[in-house]
């Protein structure tokens, strides 16, 4: 499993996104399932309303119809993300990003597809590991 952050979600949908030839690429190669929480399909909602296009906004949601993309969520989830959010609050990191933390934690997993590096770089598995492995850009 794979954890999805907004930041290649964005660039997979939007053509002209300077990332868009690289993620898809990687993408087309990808064979597990990705999976992201709701408070990352907000931003990503956000972000295609605001400057993705009618077009895409549509591709977005056919896909989180067809099940592109698994959506997870707990009874633990908030209280976990806050607390990664707080441990990590001189990033800042965001609840966006820490859920996909405390995500990535639940799932067993230190694979996240995204081009935040900044943050992801620094912020360590809950899970005990070094580092997250970071796709594309390790892959």
């Known amino acids: 499993m794979i954890v999805l952050d907004t930041s290649v979600a964005f660039a997979l949908l939007r053509r002209g996104d300077d990332h868009h030839e690289r993620v898809l690429a990687w993408f087309e190669t ?45 009874a633990a989830a908030l209280a976990e993300t806050l607390s990664v959010a707080e441990r990590n609050a001189s990033l800042p990191l965001g ?32 899970t005990g590991e070094p580092a997250f492995v970071l796709l594309p850009a390790d892959a």
Do not use: C, M, N, Q
């Open 30 to 74: 990808v064979d597990e399932p990705l999976a992201t929480t709701p408070l990352a399909l907000t931003e990503i909602d956000h972000l295609l309303l605001h400057s993705g296009g009618p077009e895409v906004v549509r591709a977005w949601y056919e896909d989180l119809i067809a099940g592109a993309y698994a959506v997870e969520w707990w």
């Open 95 to 126: 609840l966006a990003d820490a859920s996909l933390v405390a995500l990535a934690a639940r799932l067993g997993t230190t694979r996240i597809a995204t081009l935040d590096e900044r943050h992801f770089r620094i912020v360590k598995p809950l």
